[in-house]
């Protein structure tokens, strides 16, 4: 087992890692930049080092820096959280160039399934379903344009190096197809610094539903069940369940299946996830795989009474795991709360904390860097805490939310508990009735001062 592990990361996340670590009786080492550090992680870590100024790039994106920390400090693994590096083949690489154990993915499998184009080719020959479309890249707009006639609109264009939304357009008509292609391709190089783009049918009232998996040295994987991260704003997830209640018993053992044939397929080693989007019949195809730990991560720990951070860190040991697939138990609900005004478009918040109440309770668990005077920097993702309820039903569930998110207090900075708090209420919520598209028509209600 490692004696010592540095956190490649930030925040909550990163406390995270650090409490399953010390729970191991394994070692830590927080890095931080400098701006954060006053945050908890810096703290609660056994040894931290300061990695840089406050912009990414000159911190915590800035691998000699981080292989520093990692040798300075005799680490013999790095986990890297989500984000920043998580899916970095070139750091992963580097890792194992100084002997440093990389706890993720190899730099082989991150380069297979980090090309979206090359995890679609990767899951069809695996037999996996998956959306229609181009084989590989696009070659030209010509090319473009013929695959999409030949497959009917609507169509939706996608940047093969994408993420967050960036460099994905949908397309309804032929006569929009030329300045989609080109905005979505600038779009892509001025993000990612490659313009590949690639094509899917669009699937009208998609759910986005996720499969946690965990693979072995061994080549042998097990599923953790299902998320639904459907209610998404700008392809960035606000709230995830799970059981999804869109599911079926079929449905979850057929994605299931197909989850762990992928992981099976590649070999894959760690946990991640098969990510899907599935129709309103109930037709589910492959999205893209995540070759890390996820956010929304602790609702599965919650259901299955599962931490999914220490399983990361005994196959990177290599321990087997058991095999056994996993089913929910319990109903769980995760809400991130951003530092951002839900009333003015979600504009970000950052700033001085403050007041902090923390809610608690039976079925309550709180995911958080952040107290009380904490300074929330303009750097970083808004992100500064998960609120996660778990209770035996749905319904259950979501008033244990709307308690909990009653007694959160957060004062001095504009958060995202307010919207939360209506979501909770909003009748399609409640009957699970949403898709990917749902906050293209919901509205924040206006405060009714008492």
């Not at 097990?222 to 209610?231: A, G, K, M, P, W």
């Not at 918040?349 to 309770?361: D, E, Q």
Request: charged share 25%; with cysteine.
């Amino acid at each position: 087992m490692f004696k010592k592990i540095l956190i490649a990361n930030r925040g909550e996340i990163a406390l995270r890692v650090i409490r399953t670590c010390k729970e191991m009786g394994i070692k830590t080492v927080a890095v931080y930049s400098t701006v954060d550090a006053e945050s908890l992680h810096v703290r609660f870590a056994d040894e931290a080092v300061c990695i840089g100024p406050a912009p990414s790039n000159l911190s915590y994106l800035k691998i000699s820096n981080i292989i520093a920390a990692a040798e300075i400090t005799n680490a013999d693994a790095i986990h890297p959280g989500y984000g920043f590096l998580s899916e970095n083949a070139k750091f992963s690489k580097i890792c194992a160039e100084h002997n440093i154990k990389f706890i993720g993915a190899s730099p082989d499998m991150i380069d297979k399934m980090g090309d979206k184009a090359t995890a679609k080719a990767t899951m069809r020959a695996a037999g996996v379903p998956c959306v229609p479309g181009s084989e590989g890249i696009l070659p030209s707009y010509e090319d473009a344009e013929r695959i999409a006639v030949d497959m009917g609109f609507p169509v939706m264009l996608k940047a093969t190096a994408g993420g967050g939304g960036k460099g994905m357009r949908a397309v309804w008509k032929k006569e929009d197809l030329r300045a989609a292609w080109d905005s979505a391709r600038q779009e892509a190089a001025a993000s990612f610094g490659n313009d590949g783009m690639y094509m899917e049918k669009l699937i009208e009232e998609p759910r986005h539903i996720e499969i946690q998996i965990v693979g072995d040295s061994s080549g042998k994987a097990c599923h953790l069940s299902e998320r639904d991260c459907s209610v998404q704003r700008r392809h960035q997830k606000l709230t995830e369940e799970t059981p999804s209640p869109f599911m079926t018993d079929k449905l979850r053992k057929q994605m299931g299946e197909a989850a762990v044939k992928a992981a099976e397929y590649i070999k894959y080693e760690g946990a991640g996830t098969v990510e899907f989007l599935v129709d309103k019949h109930r037709n589910f195809y492959f999205m893209e795989m995540n070759t890390r730990i996820q956010v929304e991560h602790p609702i599965t720990e919650q259901v299955i009474d599962y931490d999914l951070i220490r399983e990361q860190i005994l196959v990177a040991a290599g321990i087997p795991i058991s095999g056994k697939n996993y089913f929910p138990q319990l109903h769980s609900i995760e809400c991130r709360i951003n530092a951002e005004d839900p009333y003015n478009n979600f504009r970000p918040s950052p700033g001085k904390i403050t007041n902090l109440h923390a809610p608690g309770g039976h079925g309550v668990r709180i995911d958080t860097h952040v107290y009380s005077g904490y300074i929330i920097p303009p750097n970083y993702d808004s992100m500064i805490a998960k609120l996660i309820t778990t209770a035996q039903t749905r319904e259950e569930a979501i008033n244990k939310m709307k308690r909990a998110l009653d007694e959160f207090v957060i004062e001095g900075v504009k958060t995202t508990i307010p919207f939360h708090r209506q979501l909770m209420d909003e009748p399609d919520y409640v009957a699970g009735n949403y898709t990917t598209k749902f906050m293209e028509t919901f509205k924040m209600k206006p405060v009714i001062e008492e």
